[in-house]
């Protein structure tokens, strides 16, 4: 029933990839600190998740204890892994994530409630509420089907966008919504229509989940979107998806908006808002020469974004992915990042706490400086690759990754991209490295994206995004704008509502030296 996994990069593998969390500020729960919990423990502490110990022994204890691991009662855990001790899934609270190996969780006597998505089977427990545990093998179910579950699930973990969109009112309203197609973005189109508009969805092939476009459909939402779409049945749906009269429009990349603009489909758009640093660039040369006719929010450049999208969504699922993709054991290995923005840093740091070392290269000094205060060697990129195991470009520049540095790269090595725009990776000839995705985003082309709770505040954003423009886009000149800060800010306070959070307020102290000048 159970998964039966020891290996410590396996096991938090297959824990991210079946439940598309982050695990960063996640609550877990490790029943046992010998070998395997001991190392899971360390690796999941490094990766920023909120680790809670339980073993019988107290020598153990202290061990977890001085490793940095919470060793006495806490708040219920969102994720239990039973890696020592045998335990009853019963005991685990409402809503928590039960991993198992060894055949460590017994779930006698528990009513079934069928699957939550993917691997993941639930039970009411007795006490009320459901517990999630591994499956060791995943039923077949029709692709619709499948969608629906991964749809659901994303939604019971995304409480600021349905917190945000349950007084939105977009009655009469056309949106378009041109993202990558997987659950998360899902919950955002059936939470626009739930407010009223009539929403339209259009994907990349490369980008597209089938079983959920499949599920969308099914549920009235228009999807102009097909996993096997050419680059040239791609255009043709993106044209298609621009005659449907919309007065928003939401993009990843700007490719939408920039067709828009070169085929003349841009009458009648209120304006548009784009969530990437690689789209935003190129709207803003635009904008600079007077060939931008809409207003464009930068959703990309909201801290409730980029802090977190940027860095722990993109950074996790990024390296994931590769990992997913591949028989590579971190550990030990040697991982080269180009690119220190907000998504090397991000790829930067989750590769090192699973184990790697990290080589870090760059063209802009400050950002080769903050690597190297963050603990990173910091080399030119043809330097590191001779040694590089796998190499991500994460600029999001075409041309960072040059048939000169894939030469340099040893037989077996592996080249991702994180981010990304088209030709960041040059092609190859070469038969013994591997080059993911072929050269695209390797988490939304080969894997689910980021991780729901991180796309709950980028996706929280856009919806903001596209109420602010309907209601004040008429008044907006034709430019990037950036995104108000107090709705910035609506996302950051609702997130930490969602968690119970404390928040401190300024005094009338505080605000009086804050405001004051020379006097």
Same mark, same amino acid.
């Given at each position: 029933?159970?998964i039966?996994?020891?290996?410590?990069?396996?096991?938090?593998?297959?824990?991210?990839?079946?439940?598309?969390?982050?695990m960063?500020?996640k609550?877990v729960?490790?029943?046992?600190?010998?070998?395997?919990?001991?190392?899971?423990?360390?690796r999941i502490?490094?990766?920023?998740g909120?680790?809670w110990?339980?073993?019988?022994?107290?020598?153990?204890?202290?061990?977890?204890a001085?490793?940095?691991?919470?060793t006495g009662?806490?708040p219920d855990?969102?994720?239990?892994?039973?890696?020592d001790?045998?335990?009853? #899934?019963?005991?685990a609270?409402?809503?928590?994530?039960?991993?198992?190996?060894?055949?460590?969780?017994?779930?006698?006597?528990?009513?079934?409630?069928g699957?939550?998505?993917?691997?993941?089977?639930?039970?009411?427990?007795?006490a009320?509420?459901?517990?999630h545990?591994?499956?060791?093998?995943?039923?077949?179910?029709?692709?619709?089907?499948r969608g629906?579950?991964?749809?659901g699930?994303a939604?019971?973990?995304?409480?600021?966008?349905?917190?945000?969109?349950?007084?939105?009112?977009?009655?009469?309203?056309?949106?378009?919504?041109?993202?990558?197609?997987?659950?998360?973005?899902?919950?955002?189109?059936?939470?626009?229509?739930?407010?009223?508009?009539?929403?339209?969805?259009?994907?990349?092939?490369?980008?597209?989940?089938?079983?959920?476009?499949e599920?969308?459909a099914?549920?009235?939402v228009?999807?102009?979107?097909?996993?096997?779409?050419?680059?040239?049945?791609?255009?043709?749906? #993106?044209?298609?998806l621009?005659?449907?009269g919309?007065d928003?429009?939401?993009d990843d990349?700007?490719?939408?908006?920039?067709?828009?603009?070169?085929?003349?489909?841009?009458?009648?758009?209120?304006?548009?808002a784009?969530?990437?640093?690689?789209?935003?660039?190129?709207?803003?040369?635009m904008?600079?020469?007077?060939?931008?006719?809409i207003?464009?929010?930068?959703?990309?450049?909201?801290?409730?974004?980029y802090?977190?999208?940027?860095v722990?969504?993109?950074?996790?699922?990024?390296?994931?992915?590769?990992l997913?993709?591949?028989?590579?054991?971190?550990?030990?290995a040697?991982?080269?990042?180009?690119?220190?923005g907000?998504?090397?840093?991000?790829v930067?740091?989750?590769?090192?706490?699973?184990?790697?070392?990290?080589?870090?290269?760059?063209?802009?000094?400050?950002?080769?400086?903050?690597?190297?205060?963050?603990?990173?060697?910091?080399?030119?990129?043809?330097?590191a690759?001779h040694?590089?195991?796998?190499?991500?470009?994460?600029t999001?520049v075409?041309?960072?990754?040059?048939?000169?540095?894939?030469?340099?790269?040893?037989?077996?090595?592996?080249?991702?991209?994180?981010?990304?725009?088209?030709g960041?990776?040059?092609?190859t000839?070469? #038969?013994?490295?591997?080059?993911?995705?072929?050269g695209?985003?390797?988490?939304?082309?080969?894997?689910?994206?980021?991780?729901?709770?991180i796309?709950?505040?980028?996706?929280s954003?856009?919806?903001?995004?596209?109420?602010?423009?309907?209601?004040?886009?008429?008044?907006?000149?034709?430019?990037v704008?950036?995104?108000?800060?107090?709705?910035?800010e609506?996302?950051a306070?609702?997130?930490? #509502?969602?968690?119970?959070?404390?928040?401190?307020?300024?005094t009338?102290?505080?605000?009086?030296?804050l405001?004051?000048?020379?006097?």
């Amino acid at each position: 029933m159970l998964i039966t996994m020891s290996e410590p990069q396996a096991i938090i593998q297959e824990l991210l990839g079946r439940t598309n969390m982050v695990m960063a500020g996640k609550r877990v729960l490790i029943l046992g600190y010998g070998p395997a919990g001991r190392a899971v423990a360390d690796r999941i502490h490094a990766m920023g998740g909120l680790t809670w110990v339980a073993d019988p022994n107290l020598g153990r204890l202290r061990e977890a204890a001085a490793a940095g691991h919470r060793t006495g009662p806490g708040p219920d855990p969102e994720i239990v892994l039973a890696l020592d001790e045998a335990y009853e #899934a019963a005991l685990a609270p409402p809503e928590a994530v039960l991993y198992g190996i060894h055949g460590m969780v017994d779930v006698t006597g528990l009513e079934p409630l069928g699957r939550a998505r993917d691997g993941l089977a639930s039970y009411r427990l007795p006490a009320g509420g459901a517990v999630h545990v591994f499956e060791a093998t995943t039923p077949e179910a029709a692709p619709w089907r499948r969608g629906l579950e991964k749809i659901g699930w994303a939604a019971r973990a995304m409480p600021v966008l349905n917190a945000l969109t349950a007084g939105m009112r977009l009655d009469g309203l056309t949106v378009g919504l041109v993202l990558v197609l997987e659950p998360k973005t899902a919950n955002l189109a059936l939470a626009l229509r739930s407010a009223g508009a009539r929403v339209i969805v259009h994907c990349p092939g490369e980008s597209t989940s089938g079983d959920v476009a499949e599920a969308l459909a099914r549920e009235g939402v228009t999807v102009y979107a097909d996993p096997a779409a050419t680059a040239r049945q791609d255009r043709e749906l #993106a044209l298609r998806l621009l005659g449907e009269g919309l007065d928003v429009l939401v993009d990843d990349g700007s490719d939408v908006i920039r067709l828009a603009h070169a085929e003349d489909l841009v009458k009648g758009l209120i304006g548009a808002a784009e969530e990437t640093t690689s789209g935003l660039r190129p709207l803003r040369v635009m904008a600079a020469a007077g060939q931008l006719r809409i207003p464009v929010l930068a959703v990309n450049d909201a801290r409730s974004k980029y802090l977190f999208d940027n860095v722990h969504g993109t950074g996790q699922s990024c390296v994931l992915a590769a990992l997913d993709l591949t028989d590579l054991k971190i550990a030990g290995a040697v991982c080269a990042v180009a690119g220190y923005g907000n998504v090397g840093q991000g790829v930067a740091r989750y590769a090192r706490a699973l184990g790697a070392r990290v080589v870090v290269s760059e063209v802009d000094p400050f950002a080769a400086l903050r690597a190297h205060h963050d603990g990173y060697e910091v080399r030119t990129l043809l330097d590191a690759c001779h040694e590089a195991d796998l190499v991500f470009s994460a600029t999001g520049v075409a041309g960072t990754v040059t048939a000169e540095h894939l030469a340099r790269l040893k037989p077996g090595a592996v080249v991702a991209v994180a981010g990304g725009v088209e030709g960041e990776v040059a092609a190859t000839g070469r #038969a013994d490295i591997a080059v993911l995705a072929g050269g695209e985003c390797v988490n939304c082309a080969a894997a689910e994206g980021n991780p729901i709770e991180i796309m709950d505040l980028s996706l929280s954003v856009q919806a903001l995004a596209i109420d602010h423009l309907v209601r004040h886009g008429s008044r907006l000149s034709p430019g990037v704008h950036p995104m108000p800060s107090d709705l910035d800010e609506r996302v950051a306070r609702a997130k930490l #509502a969602a968690l119970g959070a404390g928040l401190d307020a300024a005094t009338a102290e505080q605000r009086a030296f804050l405001d004051r000048g020379l006097s």
